[in-house]
């Protein structure tokens, strides 16, 4: 299938093949603008006992049929595209994939504070995961290395070492290790490499490694000791993804035909909208993805994007992640309802084996989203030494920087019972400071439009605009410093855009709404007391320089302090939470 013109391709479908779920979501014109118009939903095949993500995507297709109406497959079972006269078909396709198990990767490099730390930061880029490393200060001997490549099989090896103009007797010496374990492994057993080190030694290493395999060249991550550029390796890295899970999973090439070749790992499409969101807005933006095997975190700071992936860390599979870096008290902290800690131990047992089941009861329901309220506050611990070192944060321990926007998705948190409920667990979870507008994809399209983007970027930027895609939350409001429960932390003057003005003061320890409804607007006067902080510096207060637009929830002040901090005695915890989940539902 080849792609068309803006103006012929109104209709385009992206399918999103998820761990757990397939999504295939219909956009098209209407009046004059791209909108999201439905989608049909299916239990992924890409595992056992299928082994083949076609037949999920035939299901979550006719699903969307059903709900729109639209004939997109034809009598001989192929997706219709082009579309026709009469109605049937697309014109374009997106295809973001993230099922399946995460690449084993082997890092080969240098230095391990310098080139071999780079190979890590770009392995949190996907879903892959570093299970050994190899470096100059290894003490093995080289047979030994060798050995450790056949005994683990990794899926790819990436090699890294020598700035440009820099080290390559040593790095030549680390490929020929890698050369050998190659030679030695079955052919249809090798893993593709990745070579990102000294340019000087491209033609080098690929005239001795390509006659074993695939290897592919991306320019250096670490071109100077104190310079890292990991963007052109990332593009890479998604395409030996997409390469190893062809030949792993049915379908998947399929997929990626459709798609004229631009088949996504779902995390990098996700963060190719985090970025368009800051470049756009100018601001610093983080973007928060829970699905049920890893975490996507993505942030984006002068619109530069900084992505981490964190495979295990989810709310399905990935409790694998959340059982081996969690305690169970962690988990359990965030539970109201009576539940016995042996029974939450063996939910999540349950769980992790059967990762597509709902939870049925209150209790059920209250332990996943404790999961996913752990599963993103370890995400964001881990992806903060990633952040420049130079942006704005607060003084207090454990904290994230000023987020100026928050986009979050997941089914866990976007698809909650209830707004208060997805909202709350994105204020425990992502702990936000200062001032930031809170935007919920509530319909799993963020990945979808960040792979659309590729062809039809005005379809991305229509549909991120339009009111019914995704739900403003609201803007909230989150002072930090240090005072006594009780005690007012911040006053506000808020002057609507009726001319009505109001004025209220938000005590430590509480969740405040400010009432401003949908469509409305209004200007905030800040005044931060006993010295907090609102992102302007202790104390500091003044007009908030930008209108702020009402939301679901309108101004949501945040006063609990930072990090948030539980009751240690069971009752009075339990309490609290509920308390805090009854201030949102006003």
């Known amino acids: 299938m080849t792609n068309t013109s803006l103006i012929d391709a109104d209709t385009l479908l992206a399918v999103d093949v998820g761990a757990v779920n397939t999504r295939a979501l219909l956009f098209d014109s209407v009046e004059g603008r791209y909108r999201f118009l439905a989608a049909g939903n299916a239990r992924t095949t890409a595992g056992a006992p299928m082994y083949d993500t076609s037949e999920g995507v035939r299901f979550a297709l006719d699903q969307l049929r059903e709900i729109s109406g639209r004939l997109l497959v034809g009598a001989d079972e192929r997706l219709i595209a082009p579309?026709?006269?009469?109605?049937?078909?697309?014109?374009?396709?997106?295809?973001?994939?993230?099922?399946?198990?995460?690449?084993?990767?082997?890092?080969?490099?240098?230095?391990?504070?310098?080139?071999?730390?780079?190979?890590?930061?770009?392995?949190?880029?996907?879903y892959t995961q570093m299970i050994e490393t190899i470096g100059l200060n290894d003490r093995r001997k080289v047979e030994e290395q060798v050995d450790a490549i056949l005994r683990l099989r990794p899926d790819a090896i990436i090699i890294s070492g020598g700035t440009n103009d820099g080290a390559s007797r040593s790095v030549l010496k680390l490929v020929n290790a890698v050369g050998m374990a190659l030679y030695l492994l079955p052919k249809s057993n090798r893993p593709e490499v990745l070579f990102v080190g000294n340019t000087d030694l491209t033609e080098n290493v690929t005239n001795f490694l390509q006659p074993l395999t695939t290897v592919r060249v991306a320019s250096n991550v670490r071109p100077d000791l104190k310079v890292e550029q990991i963007g052109p390796a990332e593009y890479e890295l998604a395409q030996?993804?997409?390469?190893?899970?062809?030949?792993?999973?049915?379908?998947?090439?399929?997929?990626?035909?459709?798609?004229?070749?631009?088949?996504?790992?779902?995390?990098?499409?996700?963060?190719?909208?985090?970025?368009?969101?800051?470049?756009?807005?100018?601001?610093?933006?983080?973007?928060?993805?829970?699905g049920a095997s890893s975490t996507t975190v993505a942030a984006a700071f002068a619109r530069k994007l900084k992505l981490n992936v964190y495979p295990q860390m989810g709310v399905g599979e990935g409790l694998t992640g959340i059982l081996n870096n969690?305690?169970?008290?962690?988990?359990?902290?965030w539970i109201a309802p009576r539940v016995p800690e042996t029974y939450v131990l063996d939910y999540?047992?349950?769980?992790?084996?059967?990762?597509?089941?709902?939870?049925?009861?209150?209790?059920?329901?209250?332990?996943?989203?404790?999961?996913?309220?752990?599963?993103?506050?370890?995400?964001?611990?881990?992806?903060?030494?990633?952040?420049?070192?130079?942006?704005?944060?607060?003084?207090?321990?454990?904290?994230?920087?000023?987020?100026?926007?928050?986009?979050?998705?997941?089914?866990?948190?976007?698809?909650?019972?209830?707004?208060?409920?997805?909202?709350?667990?994105?204020?425990?979870?992502?702990?936000?400071?200062?001032?930031?507008?809170?935007?919920?994809?509530?319909?799993?399209?963020?990945?979808?439009?960040?792979?659309?983007?590729?062809?039809?970027?005005?379809?991305?930027?229509?549909?991120?605009?339009?009111?019914?895609?995704?739900?403003?939350?609201?803007?909230?409001?989150?002072?930090v410093g240090k005072a006594r429960p009780g005690t007012p932390v911040l006053q506000l003057r808020v002057r609507y855009d009726t001319g009505q003005e109001k004025t209220?003061?938000?005590?430590?320890?509480?969740?405040?709404?400010?009432?401003?409804?949908?469509?409305?607007?209004?200007?905030?006067?800040?005044?931060?007391?006993?010295?907090?902080?609102?992102?302007?510096?202790?104390?500091?207060?003044?007009?908030?320089?930008?209108?702020?637009?009402?939301?679901?929830?309108?101004?949501?002040?945040?006063?609990?302090?930072?990090?948030?901090?539980?009751?240690?005695?069971?009752?009075?915890?339990?309490n609290t939470l509920q308390k805090w989940l009854f201030s949102l539902q006003r």
């Open 83 to 126: 579309s026709t006269d009469d109605g049937a078909g697309v014109d374009q396709v997106a295809t973001t994939f993230s099922a399946g198990a995460p690449l084993k990767v082997v890092g080969v490099g240098l230095l391990e504070n310098v080139s071999l730390e780079s190979v890590r930061h770009l392995v949190q880029t996907s």
């Open 240 to 290: 030996m993804f997409k390469h190893v899970h062809t030949k792993r999973i049915m379908g998947v090439e399929e997929l990626d035909i459709w798609a004229g070749g631009n088949l996504m790992p779902t995390s990098a499409a996700f963060g190719r909208i985090i970025r368009f969101l800051s470049s756009v807005s100018d601001d610093a933006v983080l973007g928060v993805d829970v």
């Open 326 to 333: 969690s305690k169970l008290d962690q988990v359990y902290r």
């Open 348 to 479: 999540l047992y349950n769980k992790r084996l059967y990762p597509a089941t709902l939870p049925a009861t209150e209790e059920d329901l209250a332990i996943e989203q404790a999961v996913a309220r752990e599963a993103v506050r370890y995400a964001l611990r881990q992806s903060d030494s990633s952040f420049p070192k130079d942006i704005e944060r607060p003084q207090a321990a454990d904290t994230i920087p000023w987020f100026n926007f928050i986009l979050v998705g997941g089914n866990v948190i976007a698809r909650a019972p209830s707004l208060a409920q997805s909202m709350l667990m994105i204020l425990d979870a992502i702990q936000p400071t200062g001032v930031s507008r809170v935007l919920l994809d509530k319909n799993a399209l963020t990945p979808a439009l960040g792979a659309a983007a590729v062809m039809n970027s005005i379809l991305a930027v229509q549909v991120l605009e339009s009111t019914n895609s995704y739900v403003y939350m609201g803007t909230t409001i989150c002072p």
């Open 504 to 574: 209220y003061e938000v005590n430590q320890g509480t969740i405040q709404l400010i009432p401003l409804p949908l469509g409305r607007m209004a200007q905030v006067q800040l005044q931060p007391l006993q010295r907090t902080d609102i992102g302007w510096g202790p104390g500091k207060g003044g007009t908030y320089p930008k209108k702020i637009f009402g939301g679901a929830f309108g101004l949501v002040v945040d006063a609990r302090g930072r990090p948030l901090e539980l009751p240690n005695k069971p009752e009075e915890r339990r």
